[in-house]
């Protein structure tokens, strides 16, 4: 797995075997990041990545620019992961890992987010109380964006204050 655009364009991301961890395919990745980019400057932005995995969606968004980014993985072998790499792309200083359940960390975190990176499992019944507690909670800030990457067969509620701005197929994803 590599990042696609930024100053760490062309680098490496390790991943591990683990059931139910699917990364996002350079493809997807690159894609979903050229539509980010038509509407975020990411210069400077604070990014929260969800169901991080690998951390592949928040490094790319560091890469591009971000300021930071907070990790929210639940699986502690996978959040060590995601701090190794962190490590070997010389960004743990702009990077935070949080082993927590996702819907906790939104009930609990006290912080504000312009993009809000979530790619649950696929199998998982959480989208909508996911997409409903991300503005309940206001972690979105004014003008800030949701990008929520699921199963095809899935169509999410839009929460009440957002607004879906687009909506791509890529296989079943």
């Known amino acids: 797995m590599r990042i696609i655009a930024g100053e760490l364009g062309g680098r490496t991301i390790k991943s591990h075997e683990r059931a139910g961890l699917r990364p996002t395919t350079d493809r997807v990745r690159e894609s979903v990041f050229n539509m980010l980019t038509s509407r975020i400057d990411f210069d400077q932005i604070d990014v929260l990545d969800l169901f991080a995995g690998t951390g592949a969606l928040g490094i790319e968004s560091l890469s591009r620019g971000a300021a930071r980014c907070t ?24 990077g935070r890992v949080n082993v927590h359940d996702a819907l906790k960390f939104i009930a ?16 998982a019944t959480i989208f909508d109380q996911l997409v409903h507690d991300a503005f309940a909670r206001s972690i979105v800030r004014e003008n800030g964006l949701v990008l929520l990457e699921h199963s095809s067969a899935l169509q999410p509620r839009v929460a009440a204050g957002s607004t879906i701005l687009a909506h791509r197929t890529f296989g079943d994803t």
């Open 71 to 94: 990790f929210v993985e639940s699986d502690r072998r996978t959040a060590m992961l995601i701090e190794e790499n962190l490590r070997a792309l010389d960004l743990a200083d702009r």
């Open 108 to 123: 609990e975190t006290d912080q504000t987010f312009d993009l809000v990176l979530a790619d649950p499992p696929y199998a």
